[in-house]
Each structure stands twice: as C-alpha cells, then as structure tokens.
C-alpha cells in the first residue's frame, strides 16, 4: 500500500487490485512487469500463460480501478516507488 500512496502522490495512476489483508495487485503496461522482478517481495505475472484474478473474482477488488484517459503506467515508472518502500519496509525500527 505504501507504493500507491506514492503514486497516488505522484500522480502516477497505477490500477491496484486487493486480496485479502496483504497482497495488492500492481497493473503495468504489457512488456514492462520484467523490470520488477529484481523487487524484493514481487512476483511478476507475464506472458501467455500468466493470468491475475479480477473482480468480480471472488475476494479480489479494486483498490484504484483502470479507466477513464489513464494508461497503464510502464514497469521503468513503478519501480522507483517499489524500492522507496522496500527500503522504508527494511529499516531497523526505533524502540520507544
């Protein structure tokens, strides 16, 4: 969630889809999601054999839906944002 108050921030409309309590759904441009796959805890779906649940899947839904004049944002621009909160998500916490 940290990544689409990122882009939301940026201005970078990144359709999102939610399952559950922990795993979001980023939605690139085709031939982009390979950039991702060096992300820690990112698993990139692509190809012809690769397929992502939508709604009305059952417990999937949108947390920022595609549409409108948004074209789906290139891997290339997701990525900076992939590795802000990765970096955040590592850091030693403080103790209070």
């Known amino acids: 969630m940290g990544v689409m108050l990122r882009a939301d921030a940026g201005d970078l409309?990144?359709?999102?889809l939610t399952s559950g309590?922990?795993?979001?759904?980023?939605?690139v441009a085709p031939g982009?999601?390979?950039l991702l796959g060096g992300c820690?805890?990112?698993e990139v779906r692509s190809g012809p054999d690769a397929w992502v649940a939508v709604p009305p899947s059952y417990g999937v839904r949108w947390d920022?839906?595609?549409g409108?004049?948004?074209?789906?944002?290139?891997?290339?621009?997701?990525?900076p944002l992939l590795a802000q909160v990765s970096k955040l998500?590592?850091?030693?916490?403080?103790?209070?």
């Open 13 to 16: 409309h990144t359709p999102c």
């Open 64 to 66: 920022t839906a595609p």
């Open 40 to 42: 820690p805890q990112v």
């Open 21 to 27: 309590h922990t795993t979001a759904t980023l939605l």
């Open 32 to 34: 982009t999601g390979e």
């Open 89 to 96: 998500a590592s850091a030693p916490r403080a103790e209070w």
């Open 68 to 79: 409108g004049d948004h074209k789906l944002p290139l891997g290339e621009a997701v990525r």
